[in-house]
């Protein structure tokens, strides 16, 4: 069950006990119908927009030293008209991928297949729309020299100045499955998307990093420690 989280330490995740209202809730990817309907409204600095957190997950916070990041994936309606080109949409899954990879393994040891004390994390990308969507575009990064697949150049940025997209992550034991966590932030956990702020891939990759600091930070608070690194300020 859904706990509130009181000790000031964890307060970034602390959720309130009310639920969403299903009207008001945006179509999800990857989160099982029974984390959906117990996912609370964050509160706090830096916490997720919604946000579910077990019990397991905080007797055990300090059990895993690993992290097993899925490929991430672009969730689209079937019939919507498509704002990003699917190069574009592959750019931005291999960007995300890698800079998520940076982030977490300053914590963390990143793992290739499930193992003991490994927490497995995968995250969908998608916009704020009440249609069903589709898996649509999966992150593809090689094992070996993953940065050569980060685009650098100033090639001019393909978001968007209205885009709204949903950055979904769900937590679980790696071995056994079971549920630890799950996560709904709006523009990668910014206030506001401004895409005009982003004017090549240079600017999204910042903005992409600094979301992968953020779950690095909520992660380093949860389990309790007082030496966190701060995400950079919003960019929007």
């Known amino acids: ?73 672009f969730y689209l309606p079937p019939q919507q008209t498509r704002s990003l080109k699917p190069d574009d949409r ?15 393994e300053k914590d963390y040891l990143l793992a290739l297949e499930p193992q003991r004390g490994t927490v497995r994390v995968q995250f969908a990308v998608l916009p704020s729309t009440t249609d069903p969507v589709a898996m649509d575009t999966v992150a593809m990064v090689a094992r070996e020299d993953p940065d050569k697949h980060v685009v650098t150049d100033a090639i001019a940025s393909p978001l968007t100045p209205g885009a709204d997209l949903l950055v979904e992550a769900l937590w679980t034991d790696a071995v056994t499955g079971e549920v630890l966590g799950a996560t709904v932030d709006r523009h990668f956990g910014q206030v506001k998307f ?19 600091e953020l779950i690095r930070f909520r992660l380093c ?3 309790g420690r ?3 690194t701060a995400p950079p300020a919003s960019l929007s």
């Open 90 to 104: 592959q750019t931005l899954l291999n960007n995300f991928q890698v800079l998520m990879a940076r982030a977490l």
């Open 1 to 73: 069950m859904l706990r509130h989280l009181a000790p000031a330490g964890f307060l970034l995740l602390a959720a309130c006990n009310t639920p969403v209202p299903l009207l008001e809730r945006a179509s999800t990817a990857i989160l099982p119908e029974a984390v959906v309907e117990d996912l609370r409204p964050g509160e706090g600095d830096f916490s997720p927009d919604l946000v579910y957190i077990t019990d397991a997950a905080e007797t055990r916070r300090n059990d895993f030293d690993k992290v097993m990041l899925d490929p991430i994936i």
């Open 226 to 228: 007082t030496d966190c």
């Open 221 to 223: 608070r949860f389990r």
């Open 194 to 212: 401004d895409g005009q702020a982003l004017k090549s891939w240079g600017d999204v990759n910042r903005y992409l990093e600094g979301y992968a």
